[in-house]
Each structure stands twice: as structure tokens, then as C-alpha cells.
């Protein structure tokens, strides 16, 4: 258990998950991906005021335990580690798209903002 919590360098995994984070706002905005991907999967930007929390919740959650993941693999394994996590949740999350019938624009955009994410993680650790 104590791998868990050993050698982690918890300014980066805070720091990672909040600019990863905010790099989604971004991401799925209509400035940046957010226009196409949303009618690739079937959503409104309309009610982007109007976000789901859970939907919100469990997107902090989630991006907390990927900054605290890679913040074990480079604590404990390196780089090649953090790669193979991220690559093991992209062909995850591309195997689910394709599953919803989503649009491959869709898809990419999903899989392309875990890659974001987890380089920002991983130069984080790097960094702080």
C-alpha cells in the first residue's frame, strides 16, 4: 500500500490535475473541439451552462486519480509506465466509442485530450 503514497510528488499531481482539467474547458469548448465533437457523440453545447455534476464530479474525480497514477509510475517506474497507462485508457476509451457509435471525429477528440492530459501530468512531475 505504501507504493501508493511513497515518493509522490504531490504538488505536481495537484498542479497536473487542475491545469489537465482546465484544459478541458478548452478542449471541449466551440473555440477549440467542442462544436463537432458534441454532434459526434449527440450532446447540446447549449446547456454547457447547465453541466450535469455528476458528470462534473466524476470528471474531477477521475482526473485527480489520473495525475495520482502518474504521479506513481513516475515515482516508481518512469516515464515508459506513465506511457503505457495512458496508452491502456486511450485504446479503453476508443473501444468504448466505438461501441456508443460515435463518430470517429468524436472518438479522436476523447482519446486526443487523455494524450493532453496525461503529457501535462507527466511534465508536471518533470517540472515541479
Keep these: 500500500m505504501e507504493v501508493l503514497t511513497a515518493n509522490i510528488n ?7 490535475g487542475v491545469v ?9 469548448s466551440p473555440k477549440l473541439f467542442g462544436v463537432k465533437w458534441a454532434e459526434g457523440v449527440g450532446v447540446s453545447l447549449d446547456k454547457a451552462g447547465n453541466m450535469p455534476l455528476a458528470a462534473m464530479a466524476t470528471q474531477i474525480i477521475g482526473t485527480f486519480l489520473l ?6 509510475a513516475m515515482g516508481t517506474g518512469g516515464v515508459a509506465v506513465a506511457v503505457l497507462i495512458t496508452a491502456t485508457i486511450v485504446f479503453l476509451l476508443v473501444a468504448s466509442g466505438y461501441f456508443c457509435q460515435k463518430s470517429n471525429y468524436a472518438i479522436a477528440t476523447e482519446a486526443g485530450f487523455v494524450v493532453a492530459m496525461a503529457a ?9
Excluded: D, T
Excluded at 10 to 16: E, F, I, L, M, T
Excluded at 120 to 128: C, D, E, F, R
Design 10 to 16: 504531490w504538488p505536481a499531481v495537484g498542479g497536473g
Design 20 to 28: 489537465a482539467f482546465l484544459l478541458g474547458w478548452l478542449w471541449y
Design 67 to 72: 495525475a495520482w497514477v502518474i504521479g506513481v
Design 120 to 128: 501535462i501530468m507527466i511534465g508536471a512531475q518533470a517540472a515541479l
